[in-house]
Every structure is written in structure tokens, then in C-alpha cells.
């Protein structure tokens, strides 16, 4: 996808849901960069950085420099796994070993 569409792609995930309006804006800010840490650490083993891209969307990068653009955390996994090769799945015992 063209990095056009990702910036008017929204942020219509699940995950994404805040309930109260007035603090929506910050709070929603503050998780999403949270939630790029915690990302992260998890992909890291497979050395796949991922980076927030103007808090549309989501740009996954490998150490070898192949940049992909996913529109929400639900897209996060699929593409990790289809950039890095294997199945990934954070919550295995053995990866989560690996982090360690």
C-alpha cells in the first residue's frame, strides 16, 4: 500500500477503543506509544522494528531494510510473519523464553 493511504487509512481497530472523550486524544497518544514499546520487545528476536506513522498507521521494518505499512495491530502479526519468514506467536513458551 502507498504511504498516502496509510496516513487517511484511520484508526478503526478494537484495540484502539477509549471510552472518555475528553481525555480521548492524549490517551489514545500515550497508548498507542506504549503499545509500539510492548511490540517491539516482542519482535525483536526476529529483528523486525516497528515505528507509529503519524498515529494512522503502522510502518514494520526488517534489519535488511524491507519497510511494509499496516493499518492497525491486527494487520501487525500477519505481516511480521510474512517479512520475517516464520510463524510468530507471542504467547509460546519458547518465544517468550527468548525474550528473556
Known sequence: ????????????HWSTNIEDPEQAHFARWRARAYRVTLINRVLSPRRITIEDF?????????ATGKREIVQDLGGVWLQAE??????LDPLDPAFLASLQ
Open 82 to 87: 510474512r517479512m520475517g519468514g516464520h510463524e
Open 54 to 62: 503519524q498515529a494512522a498507521s503502522f510502518v514494520l521494518a526488517t
Open 1 to 12: 500500500m502507498c504511504g498516502l493511504c496509510g496516513a487517511l487509512g484511520g484508526e478503526s
